[in-house]
């Protein structure tokens, strides 16, 4: 059984999907063991809540300096004993420690098909606005291992969501999350716990 923890930072559409899946049997042999955000108003903690999924909230804001911050993050990861961390829509930089520790076992769900419209200043809406800009005619969704790169560890899947003439960003979001990210993302863990991956 896969030991799996979620990291996120707000409405926890992703880890929904993830949690879903699992019930529903399209993820099989993986558990959440734990959700942590940094936000303690994170409406993703209340779904965690709502599954019986211990919610821990760390949040910088409440630490001394960022090192503090870093050191009692990957403490209280460790009390997991995970073989998964998925990022899902968490917007902390990932401790080089922890990328350490935890290399080729941390995911991370980006909404584009990297490497388009992703790296630093890259995030939630953002990502669509860009993608509007430019006028592509697809875009989509990558799930990735993290490496201390920003959205540049190996890519794992993606899935490309058509832009139709109209789309606002917030559209666009809404069709690349319910087209893309809530499906690939659960589908990466269910790899990975079976051991296609
Ligand atoms: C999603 O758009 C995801 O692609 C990005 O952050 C957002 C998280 O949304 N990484 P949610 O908290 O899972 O609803």
């Not at 403490?75 to 990932?94: N, P, Q, R, S």
């Not at 860009?130 to 890519?155: Q, W």
Request: hydrophobic share 45%.
């Amino acid at each position: 059984m896969l030991r799996v923890g979620v990291m996120v930072s707000g409405g926890g559409t992703n880890l929904q999907a993830i949690l879903d899946a699992m019930e529903n049997g399209t993820v099989t042999n993986a558990r959440v063991e734990v959700v942590i955000s940094n936000n303690p108003g994170a409406y993703a903690l209340e779904r965690a809540r709502n599954h019986g999924i211990e919610a821990v909230c760390l949040s910088p804001k409440t630490f001394d300096s960022r090192e503090a911050f870093h050191e009692a993050f990957l403490k209280k990861v460790d009390e997991y004993d995970l073989d998964l961390i998925v990022l899902a829509g968490f917007l902390v930089t990932i401790p080089e420690a922890m990328i350490q520790k935890y290399r080729n076992k941390i995911i991370n769900i980006h909404p584009s098909l990297i490497p388009s419209f992703c790296g630093v200043g890259y995030y939630g809406l953002k990502v669509h606005e860009a993608a509007l800009k430019r006028g592509v005619k697809l875009t989509g969704a990558t799930v990735h291992f993290v490496d201390e790169g920003m959205d540049s560890g190996p890519i794992i899947l993606q899935k490309a969501v058509e832009v139709l003439p109209g789309d606002t960003p917030e559209i666009l979001q809404r069709r690349v999350m319910e087209e893309a990210e809530w499906k690939i993302l659960p589908q990466a863990i269910h790899m990975i716990a079976n051991k296609e991956l």
